[in-house]
């Protein structure tokens, strides 16, 4: 399916705030939640490449950009929007340059050609030849997306809204093919930016936020958090000198 879709109108969301205040509330069913904004952009232009049917350069130009924990949206001041589903971005990053943005690598799945019973593929004269370099599973075509808000300071504060949410997305292959797809090696001479966790380098604040956020989350039934605060509370008594 295409990685991007043309859509009438924003998905419905709501601000971290609102959402901490629905969790608190205890709904009958966390499906049913709204989308949550990390992040909106105003004074965006975007560029696709190749480009979109029915988007055109003037819907490119500018508009506001929501990067919501559902979907990534565009939604130009001409009226036109489009979304894009997070594991389809198969990697993303901040591209230094003269008109410096966010580049997105998209990955799209076109449904293979029609098969003949005998395992063949159809043409289009409606002939049968030999099918074997065609992929059961579709081909994989690749749509270049660059995000350029009209501040290069917010750059950062986007790629890391963008991070975390698409990290609320697995891609469904990673299990399968591993986790390879989707990194760049870091490298003096590319305009990308990468955070490696070498030498003095540290999150950034939202970074850290994110993190925390995850591990919070995460449970190991190998180390329960109670036994890890039971044993840390133990420590701390037992260190305390005698009276």
Do not use: W
Request: charged content about 25%.
């Amino acid at each position: 399916m295409p990685a991007i879709t043309l859509v009438v109108a924003i998905p419905p969301f709501v601000s971290q705030e609102e959402y901490n205040t629905l969790i608190a509330s205890t709904p009958n069913s966390f499906n049913d939640l709204p989308a949550v904004l990390k992040h909106k952009e105003d004074d965006v232009s975007v560029k696709i490449d190749p480009s979109l049917e029915g988007f055109s350069e003037e819907d490119a130009a500018k508009g506001t950009l929501y990067v919501l924990t559902s979907y990534l949206i565009f939604a130009s001041t001409t009226g036109r929007n489009f979304q894009i589903e997070y594991p389809s971005i198969t990697l993303h990053a901040i591209q230094r340059t003269d008109r410096s943005s966010i580049y997105c690598q998209l990955d799209e799945i076109e449904e293979p050609p029609a098969s003949a019973s005998n395992g063949e593929t159809l043409n289009g004269g409606g002939d049968t030849e030999e099918g074997d370099d065609a992929e059961e599973q579709g081909y994989a075509e690749m749509r270049e997306l660059n995000i350029t808000p009209s501040s290069v300071g917010t750059l950062d504060t986007i790629f890391e809204a963008l991070s975390y949410c698409a990290s609320l997305h697995p891609d469904k292959f990673d299990d399968e093919e591993g986790m390879d797809d989707g990194v760049m090696m870091a490298d003096d001479n590319s305009p990308f930016e990468f955070f490696t966790g070498d030498g003095d380098e540290e999150l950034s604040e939202v970074g850290k936020a994110a993190l925390a956020h995850l591990e919070s989350i995460v449970y190991d039934p190998f180390h329960p958090k109670e036994e890890e605060d039971a044993a840390a509370n133990e420590e701390e008594t037992s260190a305390k000198p005698k009276q």
